[in-house]
């Protein structure tokens, strides 16, 4: 059984209906918007553990959540609507 998220509005569904991404932390120091927009496209920290991200239900309600997910053992910690 793969992975399934808890959409707020769609219930449980499985993960392939999702597509995500990883939610970096910029560091204020970086004030160059150029800069910025690299460190946030480019650099991942590949955490490994909990790890916040941004998930958007392609495949159903087209709605943005957020999960924390422990990446050692690839389980939903906690999800939350984004919007």
Sequence with gaps: ???QL???NCGKR???EFAHGHM???PDSITDPEEWE????FLRDNTEGIQREAWFHTHGCR???VVERDTRIDR???NSSGN
């Design 6 to 8: 808890n959409c707020p």
């Design 24 to 26: 970096p932390v910029v």
């Design 14 to 16: 499985p993960v392939e």
């Design 1 to 3: 059984m793969s992975l």
């Design 76 to 78: 939903v910690i906690e």
């Design 38 to 41: 690299f460190n946030r496209a």
């Design 63 to 65: 709605r943005w959540m």
